[in-house]
Structure formats: C-alpha cells, structure tokens
C-alpha cells in the first residue's frame, strides 16, 4: 500500500500522526470520497477479502464496496498510520424487511485513542459522518443526525434518532470481541448470492455529502435526501452508467445489470 495514494484517494492533506483531529478527518474524507456500493455484484465482479485486490478496487481503480471492503481496507491504513485499532462483528437490522442479519453480517471498526473507544464504520449507507465515541446512552449529534449507543449485557447497539429525546431507528447491533479481516469469508459469500441479501436485491451506489446529506443510486432512481426531505429521479438504463460516472466517480467494468427487487426475510426471523 502506498498511504500517499490511499490519502490523494480520499482527499485528504491533513498530518498523518494518531490523534483524534487525524480520525475525525480521516473517517469523514471516506465517507464523502469512496461510495458504499453493491454494483460489483450487478457486474459480475466475484468480491474476495484480499488486502491487495481491495486496495487495486478502490483506490487505483477509484470504486466503493460494502462493509467488509471498505472497512477492511480502512483498517489497514488505520493500523499502518499507528493507530490501535480492531475489527469486530456486527448484524445490521435491514431498513426494508426490519429483520437483523446473521452473525458477522457487518465489519465495524474499534479505535482506542487516549483511553478512550470510538466506534467507525466507513462501510454503511446511512451511518454517522465522525467516530462515535463508545458512550451508552449518550446522544451525539452530527450534521447528519443524532446517535445514540446502547448497550445490554455485552451486546451495543446502535440508533440513529430524528429528535433529540426520542426513541429512534436501530441500524445495527455488534459486540467488542476482535475479529480478523478472513472471519467474515463466509458471510462476504452470503452478501453476494443470498436472496435475502440487500447487495443481490439491489444495485446501489450511496455516497455522502459535505452538507450532512446523502445522494444514493438505486436500480432506476437517483435519490437525494437530507433529513426528512427526499428528491428522486427515474433514470433510464442508458443513463445509468454516466450517473454513476459523473455523480459517484464510478466507472463500471463488465455487463452491468440494474436491479431493485423486494429483500425477502431471511429464513430464520429474529
């Protein structure tokens, strides 16, 4: 890995030393850079949890990927830039069926700075802009919303909130146990042939904006949203690749094949 092409990747110019100004930067410039996408499925592009192939992907050939790409590679750099950070488990309450996923179903990450903990996660649509500090039931609130972390037994979960004082939306749940960027092979495999998978349901591209909002590619619709407001505009199949060109940074490879089909719940219901 060359850190200087992985920085000019995600635009950031900032120091490189550990420190929480550093993570903050490095967190935010991702996620405004690098697209949380499923389009290598929609290609027929096999995904493999190998570091050289995820940094060839995303950062010389400038394309996004889901949790296990992006986080895994944004660990990489994290650990080769100083910081003590680890990987752990997650399982992601879909927004369309309300079901959590199986076990080891999201990689998020863990940074212990100054003895304190904060969570990032660079690899999820809908997710905070900055690192959340590891607090339970503390709101933080950011320019794209309030969150909010809870935490039963030794089980956290994580909640996004429309108002301050009120009960929100769980996004996902997830617990401190380290795990290694090849634990999650198997589940890296479900995400691309399950049919109760987001990723083989739809082909998305999401990225985030400087001003707290989202602008999201899906099947045949550009969607922008910030905060309750929401705009949608219906592409047709020859406008697809340009879209994902000009607003995303995205230039696809293979037969590209659009989809947006309903997620049916997965066998066994929590």
Known sequence: MEISQYLHRIGYEG???????TLHCLHCRHLLSVPFESLS?????????????LYDKIVRRHRGGFCFELNGLFLWLLQVLGFNAKAVAGRVRNRFTGHYGPPLDHMVILVELDRHHFLCDVGFGEGFLEPLELKSEVEQVQRNGIFWL????DTWVLERRELSGREGRPLYQFTLEEKKLEDFTGMCLYHQTSPSSIFTCKSFCSLHKEDGGRLTYMGWR???TM??????????GHQIPAVLREKFGTQLSGNFKPKDEAIPPPPQED
């Open 41 to 53: 499925i929609h290609c027929g592009e096999p995904i493999a949890l190998k570091l050289p192939l």
């Open 222 to 224: 550009l969607i922008s």
């Open 15 to 21: 120091p490189a030393q550990p420190s929480l100004e």
């Open 150 to 153: 809870g935490l039963k037994e």
């Open 227 to 236: 905060g309750e407001k929401r705009t949608e505009t219906i592409l047709q």
